[in-house]
């Protein structure tokens, strides 16, 4: 169902390239109206990219973790069928990835990536179900996390605020019309 | 190790331009023979409403509406009928759950009275309980193309299955 929305994401996505990082660049920051991103950009013959994203349309408390390789033939559209895994030292994460042209990406919880941060990592290796795809360094992550972080909050808190007026301007409408109903004390 | 999030359709928006988070107008597509008609909201559930045309449907309309706030999950008992409806038209299907989603097929006749009624605030109700109310500024002329992309579909179907002509001149 709703392959067609899909597509019409992607077609969106064409015009992300010019607030996406490009070429070597350190970790830095996008706010933009509604939409958080964190990226860094490698001098690699691949011109990698690292790229967070937290925008209305990755679930609430989730991150899109993108990367990216000019040389790497992956296609919109494809299957990956192995999961694909973020790992530094002891820290990992893991998530089914989806495909767009020269990208995958990863839903990954923010909490996740917070503690990621917190272990202030030095390295990534991440990998497609045995195969590694690509090791890169991320000095400097954890130095320009807090500057991502209040976009984050700021972006809740738009979130919250736009809830109450939808709230206000429809009160008849329930946020989720399929919650369980909480019974009444002494029923 | 954590099994994490399974990655969805709404990743593949990497750094979509804000502008675009705001409004997505109605759009129609035909993918592989299937028609699609849909709008996503810039509401914090990320309503959409989609409409779905295929040859399996049978001269129905798969409806639509999903919304990420929604506890509703695939294989969930849900009264219907579910309702798409105004002060002064309705359509109605009986309704089957998904994922944040519920939805039902509906005639094809009874959707077309209801966009040349040209609706503006459209309530989705399933049985007499109110899901949403939305605006839907734009979706009777967006509706055309939609329309144009069933007739195309009918039509080809048709030339499909009707018998080969004979030669009015051969042996």
Known sequence: MFTFLLASALVASAASAQTAPTGAREWHEHDTSGQCMYGHGYADSGRTEIVLIQNRLVPPGHLAWGLKNDNWSVKAGDVIGEPVMVRSGAFSMIGNALAMDHRLFVIVPTEEVRKFAASIPSEVVVSKGNQVLTRLSVSGFSAGWAGFTRCLANADAERARQRTQEQQANPDVPVDPFAPVPTQPGA | ?171
């Open chain 2, 1 to 171: 190790m954590k099994v994490l999030y399974t990655a969805t359709m709404l990743v593949a928006l990497s750094g979509i331009p804000a502008k675009a988070q705001s409004a997505m107008p109605w759009k129609a597509t035909e993918v592989n023979g299937q028609c699609n008609y849909m709008k996503m909201f810039a509401d914090t559930g990320l309503t959409t409403v989609g409409f779905q045309s295929n040859a399996a449907l049978d001269g129905k309309v798969f409806t639509a509406i999903t919304n990420r706030n929604w506890s509703v999950a695939a294989g969930d008992q849900i009264i219907g009928p579910l309702m798409i409806q105004t002060d002064t038209v309705s359509a109605e299907g009986v309704p089957v759950a998904g994922a944040h989603l519920v939805g039902a097929a509906i005639p094809v006749d009874m959707l077309t009275r209801f966009v040349k009624a040209d609706p503006r605030t459209v309530e989705f109700r399933l049985g007499s309980k109110l899901l949403a109310r939305l605006d839907f500024i734009g979706f009777k002329s967006g509706w055309t193309a939609f329309a144009a992309c069933m007739a195309k579909s009918t039509t080809a179907g048709a030339e499909q299955t009707s018998p080969p002509k004979a030669k009015p001149f051969g042996n």
